[in-house]
């Protein structure tokens, strides 16, 4: 297969890189959602708010997950980084693939479910043990993930563990 060119490259690296962008920026905005937004005074305002960190993850953070993970497909694919050619690439690969799986299983269903709750409940939802279990345990994992993939951009800028050449005279 032809690998991309030098544009070809760079415009793939702007696409993947604005969509990693989307993918913290929604992490962050629906951790801060959770810890900003201040205690609802109705059934309805709390449904409201559940309803839009719903619609964060939805609509935010699962296209800006997917995207990279598609557009680190066709990097590795399409250059030649490869896919286990540096360690470096293998790590963003498998935390990547970690964050996703743990995001689709163990994050986002408590996610869904609190506006389920919610909805159903009112503002009884906040004595509920399921829907305290829920946002505790989104927010916990929500700020694990963000300090992985900080970490994934750390490990894309810094290029570690990145065989080492010899360069005479420099």
Same mark, same amino acid.
């Given at each position: 297969?032809?690998?991309?060119?030098?544009?070809?490259?760079?415009?793939?690296?702007?696409?993947?890189?604005?969509?990693?962008?989307?993918?913290?920026?929604?992490?962050?905005?629906?951790?801060?959602?959770?810890?900003?937004?201040?205690?609802?005074?109705?059934?309805?305002?709390?449904?409201?708010?559940?309803?839009?960190?719903?619609?964060?993850? &939805?609509?935010?953070?699962?296209?800006?997950?997917? /995207?990279? $993970? %598609?557009? @680190? #497909?066709? =990097?590795?694919?399409?250059?030649?980084?490869?896919?286990?050619?540096?360690?470096?690439?293998?790590?963003?690969?498998?935390?990547?693939?970690?964050?996703?799986?743990?995001?689709?299983?163990?994050?986002?269903?408590?996610?869904?479910?609190?506006?389920?709750?919610?909805?159903?409940?009112?503002?009884?939802?906040?004595? &509920?043990?399921?829907?305290?279990?829920?946002?505790? /345990?989104? $927010? %916990?994992? @929500? #700020?694990? =993930?963000?300090?992985?993939?900080?970490?994934?951009?750390?490990?894309?800028?810094?290029?570690?563990?990145?065989?080492?050449?010899?360069?005479?005279?420099?």
């Amino acid at each position: 297969m032809k690998k991309l060119g030098t544009r070809g490259r760079m415009a793939l690296k702007i696409c993947h890189l604005s969509l990693a962008g989307l993918w913290i920026g929604g992490a962050v905005t629906l951790n801060l959602m959770m810890l900003a937004l201040g205690p609802a005074e109705t059934g309805q305002q709390l449904y409201g708010y559940d309803l839009a960190r719903m619609f964060v993850d &939805d609509y935010i953070i699962v296209p800006g997950a997917m /995207g990279c $993970l %598609a557009s @680190g #497909l066709l =990097l590795s694919w399409l250059t030649p980084w490869g896919f286990f050619k540096h360690r470096w690439i293998t790590v963003k690969w498998v935390l990547t693939v970690a964050c996703i799986l743990i995001g689709i299983v163990i994050l986002g269903p408590p996610v869904n479910d609190q506006s389920a709750i919610s909805g159903n409940m009112g503002l009884a939802a906040l004595r &509920d043990p399921t829907y305290a279990a829920n946002h505790f /345990g989104t $927010l %916990a994992g @929500g #700020l694990i =993930l963000i300090l992985a993939i900080l970490f994934m951009v750390a490990v894309s800028v810094l290029k570690p563990w990145q065989k080492k050449t010899r360069h005479a005279d420099r």
